[in-house]
């Protein structure tokens, strides 16, 4: 394999951290006296411009962790900190990914592109002008007029990281974006992604059930325990240079040694995952 230059963002960055969990746990209540603990103790910093994917088995409580770092709902208890002040509310420097799209399916793609831009009160020619720009950096040029059901799954993923990025997020939260795509798709929309990316470096806070997935795209890979009351019990940093073209970084033998050291720890709690999910 090709030796990879390393890619340096000379911009200031904040030093105070994007992210920084200390102590969460989110407790539900289930009615009555009854209560669930689907998070313990997580502690967490992302900082400034930092990609972070966070891996765990199913229901162990990653998404919970990506919303609480929206703001959708607070921490039963601990603290979360966005830029060094506490987090009240929903997180404005955030955009969220979700896993489903969320495209209005009887708006066009230029539109849905277009419409958070409108909605917080840009003139509609610039909204418009400012979209079509941004089709065009997803690979969409000349898609703008096609509504979603004449796009594949991979160009509706495109157009939800335009709807995102679109509004410049200092923040970018991704709750397994890549999940219902197949496999070759997956990796084409991992690279859009690290290029987009590597414009800005925003920080991203990225979760995905596929530990080769998040050693490919991150700077550090954080592991989950199985749940309830799950925390976070691995934090490894991903030494592999930058830029980064999916397909070539996984033949990197660096790359499958970091591959089988945290699959060590988390096999285990990924067995626990399953055999509680069968036992439910």
């Known amino acids: ?20 969990l200390r102590d969460a746990s989110i407790v539900f209540r289930l009615g009555g006296d009854a209560t669930y603990c689907a998070v313990e103790g997580a502690s967490l910093d992302v ?4 990609f972070v994917a966070i891996v765990g088995p199913t229901g162990c409580g990653k998404t919970t962790l990506l919303n609480v770092a929206a703001g959708l709902f607070p921490p039963s208890s601990g603290e979360i900190r966005i830029y060094g ?26 539109e849905n592109v277009a419409i958070g831009l409108e909605t917080a009160g840009e003139a509609k020619a610039q909204a418009v002008a400012r979209a079509t720009s941004w089709l065009t950096r997803v690979g969409l ?20 990281l335009a709807q995102v990025l679109i509004r410049d997020p200092k923040i970018l939260l991704m709750d397994e974006p890549f999940g219902p795509l197949d496999a070759q798709t997956r990796q084409i929309m991992g690279n859009l992604l690290l290029d987009l990316w ?3 470096r925003k920080a991203v806070l990225f979760i995905t059930h596929d530990l080769e997935e998040a050693i490919a795209l991150s700077d550090r890979v954080v592991i989950m ?19 980064r073209d ?19 720890s988390l096999k285990s709690e990924v067995l626990k995952g399953y055999a509680q999910a069968e036992g439910a």
């Open 1 to 20: 394999m090709a030796a990879m230059t390393a890619q340096r963002d000379p911009r200031p960055r904040n030093a105070a951290p994007a992210v920084s």
């Open 47 to 50: 900082a400034d411009g930092e």
């Open 85 to 110: 002040a506490s987090l009240s509310g929903l997180n404005r420097n955030a955009g969220y990914l979700f896993q489903a799209d969320a495209l209005f399916p009887w708006k066009t793609a230029l």
């Open 141 to 160: 040029a000349g898609f703008g007029g096609r509504y979603p059901h004449m796009l594949s799954g991979g160009q509706r993923k495109r157009i939800g």
């Open 198 to 200: 590597s414009a800005d």
């Open 225 to 243: 325990s199985a749940g309830p009351a799950a925390r976070i019990i691995g934090d490894w940093r991903v030494n592999l240079s930058r830029p």
């Open 246 to 264: 999916i397909a070539e970084v996984k033949l990197d033998r660096a790359f499958h040694e970091l591959h089988r050291e945290i699959w060590q």
